[in-house]
């Protein structure tokens, strides 16, 4: 599997309203329980939470990673949210966070889960794809930045 399917474009959402941090959450959990009805909204957000008040998951410039593991979820999902104005979502370094990758996974799933994390974090360290993700306008466009990003980081492993 590859980031592309776990980021369909029904979970991606341009113009994300939210101003802060528990908003960006409340607004993308409720993006998935849209698309899964067999989700537990609270125990999601509960997940993300204990996760994020841990330490911030804003842990790339205008960038941040939520994730957790929960019972809810019978496979991976990730839901991206892409913000036009900027989320106060106290990140490390200080900055408004513009996208918003947010990766759940099923409890027993931690081998999957940390695959997906570690793939998400080399792409997101190149500029050029923050850049791409950032100017697309329809979550279809989105998802392709995803594959082609990917596809290129597959073929150099």
């Given at each position: ?15 994300l ?9 409340e ?14 909204r ?8 204990k ?80 850049s ?9 466009d ?10 290129i980081y597959?073929a150099?492993?």
């Open positions: 599997m590859f980031l592309y399917n776990i980021f369909p474009p029904e979970f991606i959402k341009i113009g309203e939210a101003e802060d941090k528990e908003e960006v959450f607004e993308m959990v409720d993006l998935l329980c849209q698309n899964r009805k067999n989700v537990d609270r125990e999601i957000l509960d997940v993300i939470r996760r994020e008040y841990k330490m911030s998951t804003g842990i790339y410039t205008g960038i941040a990673i939520p994730h957790g593991k929960s019972t809810t979820i019978d496979a991976i999902h990730g839901i991206l949210g892409i913000s036009r104005k900027g989320i106060d979502y106290d990140a490390l370094d200080g900055k408004p966070v513009y996208l918003v990758f947010m990766l759940l996974a099923p409890l027993v799933d931690s081998e999957e889960h940390l695959r997906f994390l570690k793939r998400l974090a080399l792409l997101v360290e190149n500029p050029d794809f923050y791409d993700i950032i100017a697309q306008k329809n979550p279809r989105v998802n392709g930045i995803l594959k082609k990003y990917e596809d597959i150099s492993e």
